[in-house]
């Protein structure tokens, strides 16, 4: 037997996060993410760290913002409904360029919403989540390994590019137990000059802030700040196909709903009709290459997603509108069964030949 | 083995995610491709438990098991629900102590296993479960004593050591109907 241990993928990133060094855990309880805060509660006190459940999820987020001021690696998690309070502290996240780890384990909305496992919020994550002109490092994990890899290469990019990373989950993905191995490989943080954490008197004062008056001067750090989104997208993206390279109708799913569609391309597969998948790992930034590349060989694209359509909108610009998109869905917590994305498939093939 | 689809459902209290788990870590141990599923959603607070749980010799794509290969069910509402669900040449284990009724299905091999009363008899406490998961592991031709001592000290904590002893004896009365 291997040394892999079975882990719900909530537990998973929870202990990864501690394995990446994070030592400062804020959060606010709400389904389906709570493994997190309760992993985080029984393990944080007996390593050193602070676990500290907050009056609301605002408070947690800006307590993120403080301990990332002061250059440590901190996260906080939760669900649909608990991020988009958290809103207004990922803009003054991104405006101070504040390194953090965020998690959302998504359940269906809008508003309150369901419990069940949705893909809604790809729009408020991908587009940054609040106010302003900011990109977050949005990472989709398909499996619990992943979802323990990537919280680890979240801190990282964060630390590296002195931004938010979040981690975009959902009910399923955050429930499920599969095998782990918890051998993370983590590369040390990188000095970080800037954080507030006293100058000893020996050198000038650090200044964590995201106001900016002179209009001059918040537009250069706009301009500073979108040089740096670009080497990520060169340099960041992270993506996974399976069967594209002859692949007729080329599926686009990310996290569980890619995981249903490799059932279907399989499905596919066996009845003659050849079918692939691209699974974006990063949604921010989008793998637009493979996109671009499919787009030669293949006839169509389905995204399939549970939401009503919303990575679509990334498919069509990244294929440059060269073939029809189509979109397979469920929504506001129902998750498409392998059957409806096969039949999605035969219609866009035109039948089985 | 390729792979098997299977969906335990029962009561909340029932030990049904724990018989999941169990059959999940058997699988892991044993280097297959394992997942399991919990249903987490409001019926969950209604008083019903299921768990989907995937085992095989390929990489599990969709953790979601819809369409069963083996149904374990420990009372009539989850016989009621998934009895449809399953595969044509499918399983059906149920806990005929908790269910009166008969299978409908003709397409199915159905065992019924009076689970509930065979753990009273046998002053084994609520390890129903597990007597059905003996049942299960013989019936898939899946029953090894060394397999089942791996997997158990993996699921039961060190605290609840002793309880080890118990679950043995459940899963192997289970196996000897």
């Known amino acids: 037997m291997s040394d892999k241990i079975l882990m719900k993928g909530n537990e998973a990133i929870a202990e990864a996060a501690i394995i990446a060094g994070c030592r400062h855990y804020f959060g606010y309880p709400i389904t389906p993410q709570t493994e997190i805060a309760a992993y985080m509660a029984k393990k944080m006190p007996k390593i050193g760290g602070t676990f500290l459940q907050a009056e609301s999820e605002i408070a947690a987020i800006n307590m993120v913002y403080g301990v990332a001021s002061a250059g440590k690696r901190v996260m906080t998690s939760s669900s649909s409904p608990g991020v988009s309070l958290k809103g207004e502290g990922l803009s003054y996240l991104a405006g101070s360029d504040l390194p953090s780890l965020i998690v959302n384990v998504q359940r269906g909305g809008p508003g309150l919403g369901g419990i069940q496992p949705s893909q809604s919020d790809y729009f408020q994550s991908t587009r940054g989540g609040g106010h302003g002109d900011y990109h977050m490092i949005v990472l989709a994990p398909a499996s619990v390994q992943e979802m323990a890899e990537l919280t680890v290469k979240g801190f990282e990019l964060a ?195 | 083995m390729s792979t098997k689809n299977m969906l335990f459902s029962g009561f909340g209290g029932q030990g049904i995610l724990f018989a999941g788990k169990f059959i999940a870590y058997k699988g892991l141990i044993e280097d297959k491709q394992v997942s399991w599923l919990p249903s987490y959603g409001p019926e969950m607070r209604g008083g019903t438990a299921s768990c989907s749980v995937i085992v095989s010799d390929t990489p599990v794509g969709s953790p979601i098991v819809s369409n069963p290969d083996i149904l374990i069910a420990m009372n009539l509402p989850s016989l009621d629900r998934f009895e449809d669900a399953v595969v044509p040449g499918g399983m059906i284990i149920a806990d005929s102590t908790l269910i009166e009724r008969k299978v409908k299905r003709d397409d199915v091999t159905v065992f019924y296993v009076p689970a509930t009363q065979m753990a009273s008899d046998n002053k084994l406490g609520n390890l129903a479960n597990m007597i059905i998961v003996g049942k299960l592991l013989k019936e898939i031709g899946d029953y090894s004593e060394e397999g089942l001592n791996a997997a158990l000290d993996k699921v039961i904590s060190a605290r609840h050591a002793d309880m080890k002893e118990v679950n043995l004896k459940a899963i192997k009365l289970g196996a000897e109907l």
Not at chain 1, 163 to 186: H, N, R
Not at chain 1, 222 to 229: A, E, V
Not at chain 1, 263 to 275: L, Q, W, Y
Request: hydrophobic fraction near 40%; aromatic fraction near 6%.
């Open chain 1, 159 to 353: 630390d590296t590019y002195r931004m938010t990373a979040m981690i975009l989950a959902d009910g399923t993905m955050g429930q499920m137990m599969e095998p782990v191995s918890l051998d993370l490989d983590v590369k040390p943080a990188p000095e970080k000059p800037w954080a507030t954490t006293g100058t000893g008197m020996a050198r000038e004062h650090n200044i964590v802030n995201s106001l900016s008056l002179v209009p001059e001067e918040l537009e250069e750090l706009n301009f500073k700040r979108y040089d740096r989104y670009k080497v990520i997208e060169e340099n960041e993206t992270m993506y996974e196909e399976y069967k594209v390279e002859d692949a007729d109708i080329v599926l686009a799913a990310f996290g569980i709903a890619a995981r249903v569609s490799k059932n279907a391309v399989d499905e596919a597969r066996k009845m003659g009709i050849k079918a692939g998948l691209i699974r974006p790992i990063t949604l921010w930034p989008f793998p637009k290459a493979p996109f671009k590349a499919a787009a030669e060989h293949a006839k169509a694209f389905i995204s399939v997603e549970l939401n009503m359509g919303q990575m679509i909108e990334d498919v069509i610009l990244a294929t440059e509108s060269k073939r029809p998109v189509t979109l397979c869905n469920r929504a506001g917590g129902m998750i498409p069964d392998p059957k409806q994305v096969l039949n999605s498939i035969i219609e866009v093939n035109g039948g089985i030949q």
